[in-house]
């Protein structure tokens, strides 16, 4: 009984319905599918797919279902070049390596039927010539979207977030200016909904914060300013005590924010640059973890309070194989996670950090953006050249199946039921074994 109310007490977000998968890393925010979801082992382009459709445009963003309805953004390049006075004007503060388009995109939000791939609705949310280019990696349409029983959460970061109903109508936006990224990367803002707040983080070279608003009217409810550059992490909300906390990775500081007011609880350094991950936390312990150009991993009791320094104090620190892009997952009290973007293994004990399965190399796959997930209980990871490698979700995780598809993969996998869901750069394929 005890357990199970601490486990109650360290969830992510409020348990929803099995057939729903609401964010981008699930009913939990944990990358771990419902106990219900029992997706394929193996598949190809011509086994078990249930119904593979073209998407328009291209874009990054993990798929979000509500019922029979999957959810997904793009960005399509239309034909219609600026004018002069239309070109975003360049700041000359911020260094960039990628080239500014000069035609106009379309933001759009697609909307399908979960059972047959057709196609319910699709509405442009807006259209804007974006003023710096994106890492050749990476996507205008990169942030997941959010759903719950009402709306729709969508945001193009420096082109407006938004909501709209189930059936596509606007319901209000918020505009909270241009972003400018690190090296002008491009950005990644996935809304992240706890009961009536929409959570954006909304870090940047300058002048970045985390935003809370009303999910009803999309009207503040308040900001916090954070003393960090471009990170493109996703808050992570973690009820404990009477506290719901936002777990928020970065460079300087992993940091936890109190839902109510924004104010910090408690903040860890020692993590690595560019801080992409976000926390994954269970039994009253956060862990946190990144891996660009180094390597680091932490757990932090929940009931820490202030800075516990550059180092940080935690319950252990792992110093090797962390990933840079993909999240980790916390399943059956073990940390399972990717080495920088390629498919090499790790797993932690999690209450002790002590490796149970170190640098293991997963066959076929060399680059790794998506993260991780496990149904069924099996480990899914899908690499970017369309390779998935599931695996049992145990200490010393086991080859069951290597898969295939023709397409670049970098959105996260997602289990709904007996149906996988996995976005490529040209298509959105729902996989089932057939009967």
Not at 59 to 82: M, Q
Not at 259 to 288: C, F, H, Q, R
């Amino acid at each position: 009984m005890i357990r199970a109310l601490l486990l109650l007490l360290t969830l992510a977000a409020p348990l929803v319905a099995a057939d729903h998968w609401p964010a981008w890393r699930g009913p939990n925010a944990n990358g771990v599918a419902p106990k219900s979801a029992d997706p394929p082992t193996t598949w190809d382009e011509k086994t078990n797919i249930k119904w593979k459709i073209d998407l328009p445009g291209r874009g990054s963003a993990t798929p979000a279902i509500w019922g029979d309805k999957v959810f997904v953004l793009t960005a399509v390049e239309t034909d219609r070049v600026a004018k002069p006075d239309e070109l975003p004007k360049l700041d000359p503060k911020f260094e960039t390596r990628t080239t500014r388009p000069t035609k106009f995109f379309a933001f759009w939000v697609l909307c399908y039927d979960l059972n047959t791939g057709k196609e319910l609705w699709k509405t442009k949310a807006t259209e804007a010539v974006p003023h710096e280019g994106h890492h050749e990696t990476h996507s205008y349409a990169a942030g997941s979207p959010a759903v719950d029983a009402e709306r729709v959460y969508a945001s193009f970061g420096s082109f407006g977030t938004f909501a709209f109903d189930h059936a596509g109508k606007e319901i209000w936006r918020a505009d909270f200016g241009r972003l400018n990224t690190r090296l002008g990367w491009g950005e990644a803002v996935s809304p992240v909904v706890y009961k009536d707040t929409v959570l954006l983080n909304l870090d940047q070279e300058a002048n970045s914060k985390l935003v809370a608003l009303d999910a009803a009217t999309g009207k503040p409810k308040w900001e916090t300013p954070r003393e960090e550059k471009s990170t493109w992490t996703t808050p992570f909300v973690v009820e404990h005590g009477k506290t719901t906390q936002v777990l928020m990775n970065g460079t300087g500081r992993a940091r936890a924010y109190n839902l109510g007011d924004g104010k910090e609880l408690w903040a860890v350094g020692g993590m690595t640059g560019n801080a992409i991950p976000s926390a994954v936390a269970a039994d009253g312990v956060a862990y946190l973890v990144s891996g660009y150009r180094g390597a680091a991993a932490v757990a932090v009791p929940l009931d820490s309070k202030g800075d516990l320094g550059a180092e940080g104090k935690g319950n252990w620190r792992y110093g090797k194989g962390t990933p840079y892009v993909p999240s980790p997952v916390l399943f059956d009290g073990k940390l399972y996670f990717t080495a920088g973007n390629t498919g090499t293994l790790t797993v932690l004990d999690a209450k002790t950090g002590k490796p149970l399965l170190e640098a293991e190399k997963l066959p076929k796959l060399t680059s790794v953006y998506a993260s991780p997930l496990v149904a069924g209980g099996r480990l899914y990871v899908v690499g970017r050249d369309g390779t998935t490698v599931v695996l049992s979700a145990t200490d010393k995780p086991e080859v069951l199946a290597t898969n295939k598809l023709d397409d670049t993969l970098d959105a996260s996998p997602v289990a709904v039921g007996s149906t996988l869901l996995l976005r490529g750069h040209k298509h959105l394929y729902a996989i089932e074994t057939k009967k």
